[in-house]
Structure formats: structure tokens, C-alpha cells
């Protein structure tokens, strides 16, 4: 079955730096559009990023995140990554892998001002 496991999450100041990781089995990974999610204390989930499958791997990226966040992938791992720059309280959430319908268990992203 799909599994989803991610990692990477801390506590940092603003302005620091955090890499997550999203280790992804039970699928044909080359050809999955994979997403990060992410849900503050008391809202909803919101969509952060997605990148595309293939040698092009197109992204997307919620308004907030733009230049501040980027998303990758290694086929050869099945691995996906946000890379989160310049962080920000307000990035203060639970990060979620997605693929499809499934979820991972989320990896919790903590910013102080």
C-alpha cells in the first residue's frame, strides 16, 4: 500500500532554513504528482506546493511560499523535498505529504519571532 513518511521538521527562528523530507513506497513514483500540505493550530489544510512527475517536473507553489520555498524531487530515492527559506512565524504549521488520496502523518514545523 502507499506510505508517505516525512521528516525534517524543527523549531527554528525567523528567518532560519528547514528541509523536509517525504520518503514515498507503494506507488509507480516516476509518474506521481506529488504535493505538500500543510495545517496551523485551528484552520484548515492548505496546499504549499506540488510538483509534476516526468524529466520536467513543472511546479506550483502557494502565493505565500513563492521564492521563499522550492520543492524537488529524487526518482532514483523516491523522495520529495521542500526547502524552506526565510521562514516565517506565520509558517508555523503541521507539514503533510500527499499523493493522491493518502496522506503522511505530517512533520511539525515550528517558527519563533
Known amino acids: 500500500q502507499v506510505q508517505l513518511v516525512e521528516s525534517g521538521g524543527g523549531s527554528v527562528q525567523a528567518g532560519g532554513s528547514l528541509r523536509l523530507s517525504c520518503a514515498a513506497s507503494g506507488l509507480v513514483f516516476g509518474y506521481s504528482v506529488m504535493s505538500w500540505f500543510r495545517q496551523a493550530p485551528g484552520k484548515e489544510r492548505d496546499f504549499v506546493a506540488r510538483?509534476?512527475?516526468?524529466?520536467?517536473?513543472?511546479?506550483a507553489y502557494a502565493d505565500s511560499v513563492k521564492g521563499r520555498f522550492t520543492i524537488s524531487r529524487d526518482y532514483a530515492k523516491s523522495l520529495v523535498y521542500l526547502q524552506m527559506n526565510s521562514l516565517k512565524p506565520e509558517d508555523t504549521a503541521v507539514y503533510y505529504c500527499?499523493?493522491?488520496?493518502?496522506w503522511g502523518q505530517g512533520t511539525q514545523v515550528t517558527v519563533s519571532s
Open positions: 500527499n499523493y493522491n488520496t493518502y
Open positions: 510538483i509534476n512527475s516526468g524529466s520536467g517536473g513543472t511546479t
